[in-house]
């Protein structure tokens, strides 16, 4: 019997996924564009068995309304491919758990590298990442390491949207992303509900679909001859715009907290008052995610450690590869 162990890491978007152009299969509206981070890692053992049920254990919470994704996510795979076994998952994030930190991205990428290791599929990386997306649609750029793209697609059955990977770790060994952690509780919107919401109640939604598209090829090509400041505007346009959208959604979403405002404003005041080279970016949770260069990371954090109300800090540089390693022996759920 085969045990696989995976490692994989959460994918910030610098232009962002927000809204589905088919809600059961998770196409998006708009292609998206991220980074792996380091700091942001999940590691998740994966065996199959005889067992009447899908055993799942995450960050040893025994929720069970957390385990239903993830045993739809195993009964879509049963059905897809003829498999008749059940799994034993056991997922651990190795950060604040913590709303809006994208653990599900990683979860389900680790869920879809595994289940395709563990049961031989032989999947190519680009039908993982479209495996992956039926999880969580931001789960499909977290099957990659480095800096990667999710591709909209315009197939009706999805098998054109999928992640490729565009940069690996290395291409920019200075890039730096700091979280400022500001909660540990749950969101109280997800942002599946919420992206529905937003398509569905803002009217500034349309323009933002146009001006992603636009920003698109240009953060590809800053990414690609490591232009900071572009890269930095163009992302943190990008974020304005959706939050713009949430905001605007009815009812309206607000995922920030009067912590999350302190730090985006005291980023924005380094950046104009001292010419510090940082920006901003958040996802549907209260936490900030600032961009910037491995000199000025520790001015920063030291910043950001003076804001009352940041419970943590995390340091991340642009993560490698998932790792998938093997077991063999006799396992007994
Ligand atoms: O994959 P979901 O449904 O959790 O959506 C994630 C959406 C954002 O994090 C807000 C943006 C993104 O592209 O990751």
Redesign the pocket.
Known sequence: MKKIHITTHANL?LI???GKRDEALLLPCTS?F?ISLTALKTTTTLYSHAADEDLIQLDGNNNASLHIPIRKFFDGVRTRFGINTKFSILSKNHFPTASGL?S??SGFAALALGVNSVCELGLSMQEISVLARTG????ARSIHGGVVLWHKGQALDGHDSFAQPMFNASWWPELRVIIAVTTTQEKKIS??AG?TASKETSSLYPGWLERSKERLPKIIEAVRVRNFHTMGQLAEADWTDMRDVMLDTKPSLNYWTEVSWAVINKIIALREQSGLATYITT??GPHVKVLCLAPDAPRIQEELRTIPGVLSILESCVADEPTIEEEYGNFIP
């Open positions: 978007a962002k996924y927000w998206s991220g994208a599900s991205a969580s649609g931001s789960a942002s599946r992206a996802d549907a």
